[in-house]
């Protein structure tokens, strides 16, 4: 370019000097522009053939990244949860790096507060075992249920009356009785499971080892926990409503379970009065939220009690879900129950969510042991739960029998 800029201004200077008085304005003007016309060529060419060589530079370096044959990235997204990775490699090989990696609690199964050795169950498989747990028939879905941290959960109850009475104006009071209260200590007791599965089984891939366990552990705990609700007899396991003494509902006293009689050894009576009778023994603040529990046997025999019009007592729910009624009340299906028979309590009737408590630690602990039972699998699930009767004015009976 600065060639070409001399060589203007050489032409210029061989013009000037053949007219030797110089160029006229618009000739010098014409002169200018042809050059610098000339210059943005030159730099058009430039800039053209730095392009150029960036484009081949480009191309070789693309060439060099395709011999090098490096793997394609994914481009999937792995979206399951750390935790149920690491407890899926826990359950199928016994691999615990990844469970150790996690912030997750761990404790063991041999002391009172469990301290260490266990793992925490991820997440999901607790809700599937608490969803089944929750449509089992047992006396959990009326009770009152509690979550602890601690080995034993306290009730306390005020069952007595505070003294008033009358006075005139100028008469002197005088000291009345002072209510009291009563501690219900409801210690938890550990429930457990042992299922177990090949390790060809666990290896293979599409084998759903956590829809498994918690199927097969819900299971277990379910019909463990209604036995013990019912008649648990308090020894490593909760007490049961009917483990403690039944006394006639006229003679009742605190401690005891209130019953009223059929008035026929193991059977209903003529006129079936005696569910009428169970209910009105029940107080009104309890009688409102009354349950009646009954086995299906049982259930059987009720439904054909007719009134005195010839209705029948029994009524099936309105709606799809819901429990069927008795004399307006609804019924649970608990086959702990006992069925019929001689000086049987076969039937009960209160507000279970006031008299019975179930206290629970929410979590579920598992312990993989592949050494014990060669070639399978064990899985030691524990869970620690307890339960007791924590209002006795609120639980009635009815006893098949005379008196």
Not at 90 to 104: K, M
Not at 201 to 219: P, Q, Y
Not at 369 to 396: C, E, N, Q, W
């Amino acid at each position: 370019m600065r060639s070409e800029t001399k060589k203007s201004e050489t032409e210029m200077t061989e013009i000037t000097s053949r007219t030797g008085d110089g160029l006229s304005p618009v000739t010098q003007v014409g002169a200018a522009v042809a050059g610098l016309v000339r210059d943005i060529k030159g730099l058009k060419d430039d800039l053209e053939v730095t392009l150029q060589q960036q484009k081949e530079r480009l191309t070789m370096l693309d060439r060099k990244s395709l011999s090098a044959a490096r793997p394609a990235l994914s481009t999937a997204t792995d979206l399951e949860p750390p935790h149920k990775k690491a407890f899926s490699a826990y359950l199928r090989s016994g691999d615990d790096d990844a469970l150790r990696g996690l912030a997750l609690e761990g404790k063991s199964l041999s002391t009172v507060v469990n301290s260490d050795g266990g793992y925490l169950v991820d997440p999901e498989t607790s809700a599937s075992i608490a969803s089944v747990l929750s449509l089992t028939a047992s006396i959990r879905a009326i009770a009152n249920v509690v979550h602890v941290e601690a080995s034993s959960f306290d009730v306390l109850i005020d069952h007595t009356e505070a003294g008033a009475g009358w006075a005139t104006e100028t008469g002197a009071a005088t000291e009345t009785t002072t209510p009291s209260i009563d501690r219900i200590s409801i210690p938890l007791y550990e429930l457990n499971a042992l299922p177990k599965a090949s390790q060809r089984l666990l290896d293979d891939s599409a084998f759903d080892v956590e829809g498994w366990l918690a199927t097969r552990i819900a299971d277990k705990f379910a019909r463990a926990e209604a036995a013990a609700f019912v008649s648990g007899d308090g020894v490593d396991k909760p007490t049961g409503f009917l483990d403690h003494t039944a006394v006639a509902n006229s003679g009742w006293s605190w401690g005891n379970l209130g019953y009223v009689a059929t008035g026929v050894d193991g059977a209903f009576d003529a006129s079936g009065d005696s569910i009428i009778d169970l209910v009105y023994a029940l107080g009104a603040q309890y009688r409102a939220n009354g349950t009646f529990v009954m086995n299906s046997k049982t259930a059987g025999t009720v439904r054909k009690l007719k009134d005195a019009d010839g209705r029948h007592l029994w009524s099936d729910g309105l709606a799809a879900g819901e429990p069927a009624r008795l004399l307006g009340y609804p019924v649970l299906i608990a086959e702990d129950m006992p069925d019929i028979a001689s000086n049987a309590y076969a039937v009960a009737f209160g507000d279970f969510r006031a008299g019975y408590t179930i206290a629970e630690r929410p979590d579920l602990r598992v312990l993989r042991d592949p050494f014990s039972a060669k070639p399978h699998v064990l899985f030691y699930a524990t869970k620690r739960v307890g339960g007791d009767v924590s209002d006795f004015a609120a639980i009635k009976l009815l006893r098949f029998g005379v008196s």
